[in-house]
């Protein structure tokens, strides 16, 4: 892990954000990318949005706007930096649409991990579920302050034994690296289960298997849902990162607009982990 990016807003949970980036970033020797998106709806931004990449973006257009907002930045950032002397942290202020801009940014620079602040929430937010399914690498979502990463040694993977990637398991050891932690392989049996029905231990030891994991523990939990038994079965853990997939939503999940991810991470105090794949 070398780069990694966190989006502000200046609020209390981007700042939280942050300030887990810190700690990831020393832990990983890894830079910090503070990004702000400015939203501005004129002729000009449009004209120089075509010919321009997300890297001059903050170039040009408005510059009093741009120093207001590039000095609050660093103030964002000193206030915690200097808990973590020597590391690179740089602020950057962009202009024009929040999610294209984040995309293109995390493509351009080759950003390992994203981290953000989930202030405001909620599954029916198209813009945040556009960025999470489009992202390219990992998103971390955090709902209050970690205090101490070193705590931090379990991750509750949710697992779907059809779907999960060979991309996503990478990404997943590369966490568990870093955390030093224990994966606690959960599926969850549901009613509408037709997929695995009364199964579920020996479709989680043969994905445990067919990936080589290691230091994992493999739990199958009884529920009505997915987000129902993920967040029962969280509970009993003071300090836990949640991991999981972001998979293509069937066609009654669509058609009820219901967003699995965006159930989980709205209701869990947990950080979220997710990845498309």
């Known amino acids: 892990m070398q780069k990694i990016l966190v989006p502000t807003e200046f609020t209390y949970l981007s700042k939280c954000a ?13 830079t910090v990318d503070v990004v702000m998106v400015i939203k501005a709806d004129t002729e000009e931004l449009e004209e120089h949005l075509q010919e321009n990449s997300a890297r001059s973006r903050s170039q040009g257009l408005n510059p009093q706007l741009t120093q207001v907002a590039k000095t609050k930045a660093q103030k964002h950032v000193d206030e915690i930096k200097e808990w973590f002397p020597g590391l690179a942290v740089t602020p950057n202020i962009l202009f024009g649409d929040t999610v294209s801009a984040l995309l293109d940014t995390i493509s351009e620079q080759m950003v390992d991990l994203v981290i953000i602040g989930g202030d405001r929430y909620e599954p029916s937010d198209v813009s945040v579920d ?12 955090v709902k209050c302050r970690l205090d101490n990463l070193e705590l931090y040694k379990d991750i509750i993977f949710l697992v779907d034994p059809e779907k999960d990637s060979e991309t996503l398991i990478t990404y997943l050891a590369d966490l568990q690296d870093l955390l030093g932690a224990k994966i606690h392989m959960l599926y969850v ?26 230091n994992v523990k493999l739990t199958c939990y009884d529920a009505e849902n997915e987000k129902e038994g993920l967040l029962a079965y969280c509970g009993s853990f003071d300090h836990a990162f949640i991991a999981m997939a972001i998979h293509d939503r069937g066609f009654m999940e669509w058609l009820l607009s219901y967003n699995p991810t965006g159930e989980i991470i709205a209701n869990s105090i947990h950080p979220v982990w997710t990845f498309k794949g």
């Open 18 to 30: 942050l300030e887990l980036g810190m700690q990831v970033a020393n832990k990983a020797q890894a």
């Open 130 to 141: 556009k960025f999470l399914r489009n992202a390219t690498c990992p998103v971390l979502t």
């Open 189 to 214: 049996n549901t009613p509408g289960n037709t997929r695995f029905p009364g199964r579920g231990e020996e479709a989680l030891k043969q994905y445990a298997k067919r990936y080589t994991l290691k």
